[in-house]
């Protein structure tokens, strides 16, 4: 397990804490009974009472110690361990500090006070070694977490989305709209996910695969990752991002900025939700519009599910080349059906023939990313957009990956594959002076 400190992880300001900093194990309470009562008593004084300001916070949190272990027979270290308890709790991020720290952790999903899972390894698992006192400090912790972002979680406003400092993203509901009880996910963002080179390295996709990508981008085609839920859209929308030019004007569109850009030049819009009164939402939509009017070079859209999709589409149409953008959908050939329905339940007065005439000249290429059995991600598929064929979107597949069937510890096994023709594209690329790439399909 490689931890790194929550001071590096979330900017939290620094605390002369460190001769304790390591020591979270609950091992070295002999009587594990004991830990837990002093940590009901900690917490229960915590959810009741206000939170000091800084400067006065070493003092409060010794006041706090001495006052909860009165009576108590305790050693250093375990002393220790009861001060960093108290100090994560008022750090706010309370019992899952641990989880957030641990880099092998990507997502955390707290269901219920005793019931947290995590994902390692691709792999969602229970983990035992944290839990909640009650409901109450569930809340207590999201409310930590969201308040210095500007957010707030209460009956008003039972559900909320934020995005941490380090980039991971947050998402709470709570009662009446979680029926079992506050309800928290953090998917972690994930700092060695951050370049191709990292992609690569986990057999994500393929040399000639990342090539083909990269030289995709610089000669502006348009892009369309497809993929179910968590399978890694986000983060290759990212990664292909880095290979945009560092003299183009871009713009980013999302519901939860979380596209984390290395050029200067890049414009982050994000959405709202409605206040109060049902007001004031706008949209990926009204976004991508206004956007039109700002001359981009290049639109990266975080994620496109609704009306918005029409307006892409008719962008990429009409000279706005080079955008790319993600979708959920489980086939590239999924991802040209969902595309369609998006547009046909919002413009409805177009006929089909026509929507799909538009799709099919948008969009140049499909990457299929998915998370296989194992966990593990793959690019499954890059296909381009070659035509109309009796009326339906045809699409050729480029590159892919085939699975072949699962070792004995349920390991994937399986292939990745080139067809050997040069895709319709290629000439696009060519004609923008992009050569290096020629000997793929030789
Ligand atoms: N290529 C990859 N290899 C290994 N892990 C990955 C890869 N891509 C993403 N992940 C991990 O998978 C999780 C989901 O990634 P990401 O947010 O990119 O998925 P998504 O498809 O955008 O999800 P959502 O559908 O929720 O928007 C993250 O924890 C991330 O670190
Ligand atoms: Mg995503």
Known sequence: MVKKSLTEAFEVKPRNFSSIENVKDYEIFSDKNLLEELRIKIVQNLIEENIPDDKLLDDYINNEIDKTLVGYDLTSLERGHVFSLIQNEITGFGPITPLLEDESITEIMVNSPEEI????????????????INDKHIVRTIQ??????????????????????????????????????????IRKFNKNLESIDDLLRNGTLTVNMARFL???????????????TGSGKTTLLNVL????????????????????????????????????????????????RNSL??????????????????????????????????????????????????????????????VRGYIE????????????????????SISEV???????????????????????????????GLYKRKPNVYDKIIKKGFTNISDIFE
Do not use: C
Request: glycine letters at 8%; aromatic letters at 4%; charged letters at 30%.
């Open 293 to 354: 009017r700002m001359r981009p070079d290049r639109i990266i859209v975080g994620e496109v599910r609704g009306k918005e999709a029409f307006d892409m589409m008719q962008a990429m149409n009409t000279g706005h080349e080079g955008s790319i953008t993600t979708l959920h959908a489980n086939t590239p050939v999924d991802a040209m059906n969902r595309l369609e329905t998006m547009i046909l339940m919002n413009e409805m007065e177009i006929p089909v023939s026509a």
């Open 214 to 228: 990269e030289a995709s981008v610089e000669a502006k085609l348009n892009i369309l990752i497809s993929g179910g």
């Open 361 to 380: 000249n948008a969009i140049d290429i499909v990457i299929q990313i998915d998370r296989l059995s194992d966990g593990k991600r793959k690019i499954t």
């Open 241 to 288: 991002s880095s290979f945009l030019g560092y003299d183009e004007r871009i713009i980013t569109i999302e519901d939860a900025a979380e596209l984390k850009l290395n050029q200067k030049h890049v414009i982050s819009l994000e959405t709202r939700v409605t206040n109060y009164e049902g007001e004031g939402e706008v949209t990926i939509r009204d976004l991508v």
């Open 386 to 416: 070659v035509g109309i064929k009796n009326g339906d979107i045809e699409i050729k597949e480029i590159f892919s990956f085939k699975q072949k069937g699962l070792m004995d510890d349920g390991s994937v096994i399986g292939e990745f």
């Open 117 to 132: 899972y995590v994902e390692i390894d691709g792999k969602i698992v229970r983990d035992e070694t944290v839990s909640f």
């Open 144 to 185: 930590r977490i969201v308040q210095p972002l500007g957010r707030t979680i209460d009956a008003a406003n039972p559900m909320v989305d934020a995005r941490l400092r380090d980039g991971s993203r947050l998402n709470a509901i709570i009662p009446p709209l979680s029926l079992k009880g506050p309800v928290l996910t």
